[in-house]
Nanobody, 127 residues
Framework: DVQLVESGGGSVQPGGSLRLSCAISGDVDTDSCMAWFRKVPEKEREAVAALDSDGSPMYADSVKGRFSISKDNTKNILYLQMTSMLPEDTAMYYC??????????????????????WGQGTQVTVS
């Protein structure tokens, strides 16, 4: 089975930086879409960034230019580097995997309910 475990959350001042990690274990198809989402209570879950199997990164407009998604394939860890952080970045952040699926064509944004695996989340607070 696949397990995703996030870490790296915490508190940071506006303008600061954090790096989130998502440790991936289990059989994740190389042709999979890996993504980060965030959720604030009483609001809809929001897609943040995704990484396609060919290494192509994709970002929500709200984080473009500030966040960077990457993956260390030797360690099987997905990262989300967050810089120039804003109070509105405060949320619980989750990584997710869509097995055997490409992120492209906006799929990663429109099909949040079709991700196969989710982590437990890590809290990020910007204040």
């Amino acid at each position: 089975d696949v397990q995703l475990v996030e870490s790296g959350g915490g508190s940071v001042q506006p303008g600061g930086s954090l790096r989130l990690s998502c440790a991936i274990s289990g059989d994740v198809d190389t042709d999979s879409c890996m993504a980060w989402f965030r959720k604030v209570p009483e609001k809809e879950r929001e897609a943040v960034a995704a990484l396609d199997s060919d290494g192509s990164p994709m970002y929500a407009d709200s984080v473009k230019g500030r966040f960077s998604i990457s993956k260390d394939n030797t360690k099987n860890i997905l990262y989300l580097q967050m810089t120039s952080m804003l109070p509105e970045d405060t949320a619980m952040y989750y990584c997710a995997a869509a097995i055997g699926t490409s992120c492209s064509g906006g799929w990663w944004l429109r099909h949040m309910d079709e991700y196969n695996y989710w982590g437990q989340g890590t809290q990020v607070t910007v204040s």
